[in-house]
């Protein structure tokens, strides 16, 4: 029996407003599973302090141990608790895509983009502890990311949500897009 | 003296729709600079059949040979001979678009954006000799690209054009950021 869920991922670059169309998400329904969160909780479990750099050293492990989607199996057990309308926040690659495709029958794949000049301001301002605080440190936090293929993952998303305007702008684009693809879903049930 | 030229670069996957804005930037007034007619060139050079397969062999071999930007490189001539307003079409990596920046002081990056399942309909539509005719022969084609790193360059754009409408809606909103573009650039000399 195909899963009934609506289950929607979402991709993006550092700073370039995922967390803004997850809030959406909540606002309207929708399950929200952290990828991030799954590999803090992993963290946890093997007693390591959940700072930003034995994070992305965790993943690299978990990666070469489990291959390139672990971190999407990881939320497995999540998206089962979740209810009909789910969103999967911070994909960083399509294999982990297609790791809830396998699973779940289908999954909407949404690209949040901010361009690089507009995301570090961003970062910047925002000041979190592990956010970077100059330019080298900002594309070397990209390259990261970029290493794991989540270019990849953008390119070959189904929705693109631009990013440039105000945290307002974006909501609104997030609400439209979630609205439509809830109704799309209703409409093929 | 930094370069006095606009530089624009355009990247997007196959059948996103580049080549809509290269006629649009053309009846702006810029030079338009096809990275694909620069292998072209170099394959008649080496007494090859520019087909498809050939050519994609051919960017290969050149890369292996001499560096991932070498497809950049072959365009220099071409940008060198153009006016202040340039459009470099078909940028397969962020490889290429540091070239250009190192060469020119300035590129601004704009990607080209539709989902797997808009352009595929459309390059099926389109029917090049080259066009994938099954879902399978576009997937290829797209990881070739993948490949090469074009999804870190779309990441990394400074600007996206989302392609789901019409064409003649693409091509307003690329006149549109052409426009400002130049304008900006006006703006600073």
């Known amino acids: 029996m195909p899963d009934k869920r609506l289950l929607v991922c979402v991709v993006g670059m550092p700073g370039s407003g995922k967390s803004l169309v997850a809030e959406v998400a909540r606002e309207l329904g929708f399950d929200v599973v952290v990828m991030g969160d799954a590999v803090r909780r992993e963290a946890r479990r093997r007693g390591l302090e959940p700072t930003g750099e034995n994070l992305r050293r965790l993943m690299k492990i978990l990666r070469a141990e489990r291959g390139p989607a672990v971190v999407a199996e990881l939320c497995f057990p999540l998206v089962d608790a979740s209810g009909p309308l789910v969103l999967v926040d911070g994909i960083r690659s399509l294999d982990e895509v297609e790791a809830f495709r396998r699973r779940y029958g289908r999954a909407v794949l949404?690209?949040?983009?901010?361009?690089?000049?507009?995301?570090?301001?961003?970062?910047?301002?925002?000041?979190?502890?592990?956010?970077?605080?100059?330019?080298?440190?900002?594309?070397?936090?990209?390259?990261?990311?970029?290493?794991?293929?989540?270019?990849?993952?953008?390119?070959?998303?189904?929705?693109?949500?631009?990013?440039?305007?105000?945290?307002?702008?974006?909501?609104?684009?997030?609400?439209?897009?979630?609205?439509?693809?809830?109704a799309g879903e209703a409409g093929r049930a």
Not at 152 to 160: G, P, W
Not at 167 to 182: H, N
């Open 110 to 182: 949404v690209a949040v983009h901010a361009s690089p000049r507009t995301r570090f301001e961003r970062l910047r301002a925002r000041g979190r502890r592990d956010d970077p605080r100059s330019w080298e440190e900002f594309r070397e936090r990209d390259e990261v990311e970029l290493q794991v293929g989540i270019g990849t993952a953008i390119a070959m998303a189904d929705h693109v949500l631009v990013n440039e305007g105000t945290p307002e702008e974006l909501k609104r684009a997030a609400r439209q897009l979630l609205t439509k693809l809830v």
